[in-house]
């Protein structure tokens, strides 16, 4: 399985953005997808998972992000709104098996490249 991240960009704060995870491979049915971030000078961090009892989101952003799958084209979205500058980092797609703790990077054997997402003040 291959990731393929796509929809970052340059918003203003209060904006919308919606992120893309295109997977490649049969196999993808199997994993399961998530978000992270990572800010410059910064950890990497959890955003978001979809897991087999539903969706998961950190702290900072529920209520404003959604994760979403498409099984049927393979691909695992997030939709930001009410963003904030302190959402600004790139944002990265990945994907682990199934019964594997979602919050955890070391969690998730495959990434995609990641894509920049900037929000202004």
């Known amino acids: 399985v291959q990731l393929q991240a796509s929809g970052g960009g340059l918003v203003q704060a209060g904006g919308s953005l919606r992120l893309s995870c295109a997977a490649s491979?049969?196999?993808?049915?199997?994993?399961?997808g998530g978000w992270f971030r990572q800010a410059p000078g910064k950890e990497r961090e959890f955003v978001a998972a979809i897991t087999w009892s539903g969706p998961y989101y950190a702290d900072s952003v529920k209520g404003r992000f959604t994760i979403s799958r498409d099984n049927a084209k393979n691909t695992v979205a997030l939709q930001m709104d009410s963003l904030k500058p302190e959402d600004t980092a790139v944002y990265y797609c990945a994907a682990r098996p199934y019964g594997r703790s979602y919050y955890s990077p070391a969690a998730y054997d495959i990434w995609g490249q990641g894509t920049l997402v900037t929000v202004s003040s």
């Open positions: 491979g049969r196999t993808f049915s199997r994993y399961g």
